[in-house]
Structures are given as C-alpha cells and as structure tokens.
C-alpha cells in the first residue's frame, strides 16, 4: 500500500532537505517521499514539449526547487541542444546553489554531443538530485553513483512509471536495437479495413481522424505497404494539429520498385520520403531523381534497425492486412491502435485487419494489454501494448 504523510512530516522532510540533511536513497514504490511528486509531474510535462523533435534522444524535463519554490525549469528540445538538466540549472542561474533538481531521467554521466549533465549539476552546487527513470541506455548510465560520489544526495525512482511511459520509444530501442511501433488502423465493427474493391475513404469519422493526426504528429515515421502506395495514394501528412518537431518521414515497404507515379502524392515538399525496397528495377532513377530516397534491404528486421539508426524510433503503421500481417507474424508491432466505427463491411474478399492465415488457436491468439478506449464521435478508440504469446 501507498504511504502518506501527515501535513507536519511533510513539511518537517522538505525542511530537512532543503537543510541539506537528506541522504541518498531509490524510492520504493509504497515510499512515503510523495511531497517530490508535485515538483517531478511539473518535470514531466515539460518533457513532454520534447515529444516528436528529440529522437534519437530521450525526452526529459527538469526543475530546479530552493526553499520549497520552483527557481528555474527546463526541457531538451532537440538533439544536439542543451539537456534538460543544463536548461533548468541556466534558467535557476546562482539560485541553483544548495537547491534540489528534479529531473526525469537520471542524469547522463558521459560527453555526447553535449557535456554530461553531471558536470553541469556539481559546477551549479546542486545539493540534491531527484529522478525518475533510470538510464537505460549504458553509454550514459550511472549518473546518480557520480553525483553520489560527489556527496550530493540522489533519490531515484520518483514517479518512475509515468516517467518510463513518456519514453518508451526510446528505452524500446535500447533494449532492441528496433523503433517501436504503433500499427493504427481504421476499422468496421466486423473486422474490415476496406471494401473488396479496396474503398477505405472513410470508415472512421472526423473526431477519428483529427485523432490520427494528432498521433501522426508525434511519430517520427509514417509506415506504409505497396499496396496502400498503389490503391489509396496517401499524402501522408499531418494536417490541423500542430507539428513540434520535424515532420514524420513518410516510408513505403515494397518488394520492388514500384511504377513510377508523376502524381503519387507522396511527391510533394511536405515531408521526406524513402522507399524500402528487395530489388531494384527501371523505375528506381524516376523515383529518385523524383526527390524519393531509394534504400535496398532484404528483411523487415534490417529495414527496422536502419531507420532507427537513423533516428526514428517510433512508427506508425497505416497499412493494408498484409503489411499489419507481416508486422504481427514477425512480431514487430509493440502497440494497436483501432478507431472501429459502427457500420458492417461484410464480404469474404474485403480487407480484414491481419491478413495471411493469422494464428492456428484462440490460446495462440495476440491479447492487448494496458488498455485504453475512448469514444471519439460515433467510434471508439481502442488503443493498448501487444503481447505475443509464449
């Protein structure tokens, strides 16, 4: 069970912190530590800016608190700009002298395009450092032992879940190698993507779609198949909602070359494009003298692992039942998101959700886990984690 303290503990702890008599310490999940909440929820929605301009990057945010009161905030906003850390300390400036940072990611311990935040807290006379999720990335780890090493008292684990699920495309790529992806599908109650003549336009309503977009504007990639290129002919951009960051790279997976189009969508200066392709043909040059990044790869893993080298760690998945298929089949999609609207599509040759033969018994079947739904219009937004069975 989770502890509470009394309104005088409260205020008798935040004293005996800001008087330096704290100590070094991971907080448990049942800790009755919770006067830090207050301070690191405000650091987590400022990482929260950083969604969709700090991949490859984590996203973190970060307060600076002396005397109980907030004396500087920041966020890292892109790769290569200040951490968060450094933002909140420049923001503080001599307040940050004997004060407490909260912060969402435990402080990097090495130089990576920037100097490591540790430097930065210890020459700010930083006297406490409270964060949340560990590093899980081992090139940067550690930075709560340094800093402890500097006498200065570390609390880890503070609002450690909500902190974990702001970055999961980032810690998904760490632990794998692979982006996270997001496979988003509009559906009919009985389980149908398109028509038999392949009409997709439109299943969902207005309230669904302005939602995509909003997801859209997150992602760093926007993940379709050939067949998708070739029938819907899909600009793929992201429209009535406001992009931080660098638009989503748009991204076809084709077994080959596809005939060139002069009026493929995905030909305007809206956002980059790269097709994925197995083999080359005579309308490779069309496509890239057309502007289309042509890259050569014969799996889905190595297609996976070269966009997150370079860079993009979370896609969003719009294609057909085969390309959702071949994502599922080979374990790749880590989250769904459906908006099911309440029409029936019916038709043995209509597009169902996960084309291929699917899997042989319910007890084999994919289950959603950390389920959120929410009715949007006339549909409802289904939304949750994959787990495969064992």
Known sequence: MVKCCTPS????????LENGNGHAQHMSPDSSLNIHDSFMRRAIELARRGIGSTHPNPRVGAVVVNNGKVVGEGWHEYPGGPHGEAAAISSAGVRAKGATLYVTLEPCSAHGRTPPCTDAIRAAGIARVVY???DPNPKMA????????????????????????LNRPFFHFIETGRPYVTAKAAISLDGKLATHRQHSQWISGPESRL?????????????????TLHYDNPSL?????????????????CFETPPFAANCKLLSSDAPVRFYVRSSNEHT????????QIEQLNSL?????????????????????????????????????LYQAPI?????????????????????????????????????????QVVYPV
């Open 132 to 134: 949340a999720s560990s």
């Open 9 to 16: 503990q409260i205020e008798a702890f935040r004293l005996d």
């Open 142 to 165: 550690g930075g709560g032992r340094v800093l402890a090493a500097s006498h200065i008292d570390v609390i880890g684990g503070v609002m450690k879940e909500e902190a974990d699920l």
């Open 285 to 292: 040059e069309k496509w890239r003298a057309a502007g289309v």
């Open 301 to 337: 893993d190595a297609i996976l692992r070269h966009l997150a080298g370079d860079g993009y760690l979370h896609l969003l998945l719009e294609g057909g039942g085969t390309l959702l298929a071949s994502f599922f089949d080979g374990r790749f999609a880590d989250e769904v998101l």
């Open 211 to 227: 939602h995509a977009h909003g997801v859209r504007a997150e992602v760093d990639a926007i993940v379709i198949g050939a067949g």
């Open 237 to 253: 951009t992201v429209r009535d909602v406001e992009v931080r960051g660098s638009v989503p790279i748009r991204v076809v997976l």
């Open 344 to 384: 029936l599509i019916g038709g043995h040759d209509a597009v169902s959700l996960w084309g291929g033969t699917g899997v042989e018994s319910v007890d084999h079947a994919l289950r959603l886990s950390d389920i959120e739904r929410r009715q949007l219009g006339n549909d409802q937004m289904i939304r949750g």
